[in-house]
C-alpha cells in the first residue's frame, strides 16, 4: 500500500464478494451505503459463508447513475439471494490512493486521483472504481480508506 496521499499504479488480484447493490446517485451514496452494508451483515449468520476482508464499495457508472454494490470478500461461491449477490471483481491494473481520515472527505482524496490521472495521461471515464475501509477507529480522522480505480482488466 502507498502513503497517504500518494497515487499510484497497483496490479490487483480478483476479489469474491458477497454484495448488496442499487442504482443510485453521486449524492445518494452517503444516505444510502449503511442500509445496503446492514443488508450484507445481516444475511452473513445464516448464509455458511465466512467473511475474509474488510468492507468494500464499489461504483461503476451507468447512464442511468451509479451501479453501486457493497459487502465485504468471502470464502466461497453462493447462490444469489433476492438481496445479496456474489460477484467477482475483476483482477487488472488499477490507480490507486489512501485517505485517512472522516469518510464525508473522501471527495478530496478522488480528486487527487483524478488530478494525478489526468497529469498521467490516464483515462478514468466510466471506469470502475472502489473503495476498501480498513479497521474503524473510535476517532473518525484515523479511518483509513483505499481508494481504487480500475484502469486495465486482466
Not at 449524492?27 to 468492507?55: C, E
Request: hydrophobic share 40%.
Amino acid at each position: 500500500m502507498n502513503a497517504t496521499g500518494a497515487c499510484t499504479w497497483v496490479e490487483c488480484e480478483p476479489q469474491l464478494l458477497a454484495v448488496s447493490e442499487a442504482l443510485v446517485q453521486q449524492a445518494q451514496i452517503s444516505k444510502r451505503i449503511i442500509a445496503m452494508f446492514d443488508i450484507v451483515y445481516g444475511w452473513l449468520p445464516h448464509s455458511g459463508i465466512r467473511q475474509t476482508g474488510h468492507n468494500y464499495a464499489i461504483y461503476q457508472p451507468t447512464p442511468a447513475g451509479l451501479l453501486m454494490q457493497v459487502g465485504f470478500p468471502i470464502s466461497e461461491r453462493f447462490d444469489d439471494t433476492g438481496a445479496v449477490k456474489c460477484i467477482t471483481l475483476k483482477a487488472g491494473r488499477a490507480v490507486h490512493t489512501a485517505h485517512i481520515g472522516e469518510y464525508s472527505a473522501l471527495s478530496a482524496a478522488y480528486r487527487r486521483l483524478q488530478a494525478w490521472c489526468a497529469q498521467q495521461a490516464v483515462d478514468t471515464n466510466g471506469k470502475i472504481s472502489w473503495e476498501v475501509y480498513g479497521d474503524p477507529s473510535n476517532e473518525p480522522s484515523k479511518n483509513r480508506t483505499d481508494i481504487y480505480i480500475l484502469v486495465e482488466s486482466a
